[in-house]
């Protein structure tokens, strides 16, 4: 096709002026919707299919128990600010304390993940077509990094609530107070008494855009990823 179009470009030099700019267009739009093999609106839909699929995998992984926890990668450890409180606490025998903490918040933000899926979705929805076309161009990464850059103030704010209530349900609060009270009780230590919603909030979504951005470059590279025929079009060319 590409060899017929081009052949057409050099026979047109003996048209006329007026058909050869209009046959000269029509041979360059050919050759540009051809070169991609797949039309604007299946950019727009695959990418959102694979966005769905790809966020969807995504919280289904850290959901369940250990999905943070467990996962080296994304794992919550506990707040780097309070790091001199973390190893004052260890010296004077708190350890089992501080590590029943820092799982706590790893089962907060696997607990409030199951209600990030449909964030994410209405995210997806409303994706243009230009976005979906220069996504599908890009680098492996390019759809995560979309949905970061257009989801995140969204996100933080709707994730926040869900991970305080998180953070109550599994006592990470109460365990929290506990080892702050501790800490501040030890003479001639700076108090302190970082926001535990804020930081678990942070690394939550983090750790979901990190699993995100697996998925997606899963989909970009691994035939058998793509589980559909436009995803197979779509990211197969």
């Known amino acids: 096709m590409k060899t017929l179009v081009l052949l057409l470009i050099v026979l047109m030099s003996s048209c006329s002026y007026n058909l050869n700019a209009q046959l000269l267009n029509e041979a360059k739009n050919a050759l540009g919707q051809n070169s991609t093999g797949f039309s604007e609106t299946e950019a727009a839909d695959g990418i959102k299919e694979a966005l769905v699929n790809g966020t969807g995998n995504s919280v289904n992984l850290v959901s369940v128990e250990n999905g943070y926890f467990g996962n080296q990668e994304i794992k919550i450890p506990f707040p ?3 790091k001199e409180m973390d190893s004052k606490l260890r010296s004077i025998g708190m350890g089992k304390q501080v ?3 820092v ?7 696997e607990d409030a993940s199951k209600d990030a899926k449909d964030i994410f979705i209405d995210a997806i929805k409303n994706m243009s077509v230009m976005d979906a076309i220069n996504i599908v161009k890009g680098k492996n990464d390019a759809a995560t990094k979309y949905l970061e850059k257009n989801t995140s103030p969204q996100l933080n704010q709707k994730f926040r609530p869900v991970i305080k209530t998180s953070l109550d349900k599994v006592e990470a609060t109460k365990h929290w107070e506990e080892l702050i009270k501790a800490y501040n009780r030890i003479p001639f230590v700076r108090k302190m008494n970082p ?8 690394k939550a979504i983090d750790g979901l855009f990190i699993m995100i951005a697996r998925e ?5 590279k691994d035939p058998l990823a793509r589980t559909s025929d436009l995803l197979k079009k779509v990211f197969g060319n």
């Not at 799982?103 to 933000?109: E, G, K, P, Q, T």
């Not at 997606?216 to 970009?220: A, Y």
Request: net charge negative; charged share 30%.
């Open 80 to 82: 780097p600010e309070a």
């Open 99 to 101: 590590d029943q903490m």
């Open 103 to 109: 799982l706590s918040i790893n089962r907060a933000a």
């Open 195 to 202: 926001n535990l919603t804020e930081y678990v909030t942070g």
């Open 216 to 220: 997606e470059e899963k989909i970009r």
